[in-house]
């Protein structure tokens, strides 16, 4: 939704400036520019991309206009479902989750988290390291270490379509040169026309460079940018699982090691102190299951 707001108020502010000095939006209505302009970056973006990246930027582009995967009260979800699982290991060993743990879908305790359930990432990286913690052979840095491999291939994909489009952004203002000197060729293969003609085709080579730089600074750019904001907040509740999970390992009780998770939130997801006790003491009622 933002994204939208913030492109109308691109385009109002530069065309209204631009009419406000005495400017005829007529001259701007350039369609084959535009054509030349975004239809080159396009085939560009096509060619210098492999098919994964090009499937899964067109698969991350909806989520820009998309509210924020996860919020507080997804995370309370998440740290919630951690101290319910470690909590029952604490009291009947990790080998009583091997039925969670084989079978998530068909869980008791996974079910009263569907954010969780519905997320098959993060849901395979918790039951994956879940799964090792129970065989009871792997040291708290041995885990570590494949938990940030894990999350550094994690990131560098998702990553992906943020790089790819702003790779094409960067291209825009360029192309939008190609279509300025293209305009310019015309002009001087029809220099023998009258004055005012001569002048509407330089004015419409003009309107290629302009329209190449607004593309890429006032439309695709930030668009680039709102995907790597959105990635990087992708990362978050995979932080959050291995610091509860390390502590967990580490010997701390299920109580303190849920407070590790909450601390790496940003701050304006993260749940209070208290917001995360009443959390906690609400998968101990029965109401909560």
Known sequence: MFVIIGW??????VIGSYVAEGGHVAALMQPYELVCIFGAALGAFVVSNPTKTLKSTLKAIPTCFKG??????????????????LQKSRKEGMLSLEADVEQPQES??????PVVLNDHHLLD???DYLRMMSS???????????MDAE?????????????????????????????A??????????????????????????????????????????????????????GKPFECVKCVLLAAMGGYAPTVAVEFGRKVLFSV???SFEELEEAVKATKTPKAA
């Open 68 to 85: 924020s995967a996860y919020s507080k009260e997804k995370y309370l979800q998440v740290i919630a479902l951690l101290y319910e699982l």
């Open 269 to 271: 997801d993260r749940p």
């Open 8 to 13: 109308v108020i691109v385009a109002v502010c």
């Open 151 to 179: 999350l550094q291939t994690h990131h560098a994909e998702i990553s992906v379509p943020g790089s790819a489009i702003q790779t094409m952004a960067d291209g825009l203002p360029a192309f939008g040169i190609v279509a």
């Open 181 to 234: 000197v293209m305009g310019v060729v015309h002009t001087m293969g029809s220099i023998g026309a009258p004055p005012a003609e001569l002048g509407e085709m330089i004015a419409a080579a003009l309107v290629g460079t302009f329209l190449g730089i607004l593309l890429a600074y006032g439309f695709i750019g930030p668009l680039a940018s709102v995907l790597n904001a959105k990635a990087k907040e992708a």
């Open 108 to 113: 008791p305790i996974f079910q009263k988290y």
């Open 136 to 146: 009871g052979n792997l040291a708290v840095h041995e885990v570590q270490d494949l």
């Open 125 to 127: 990286f918790i039951v």
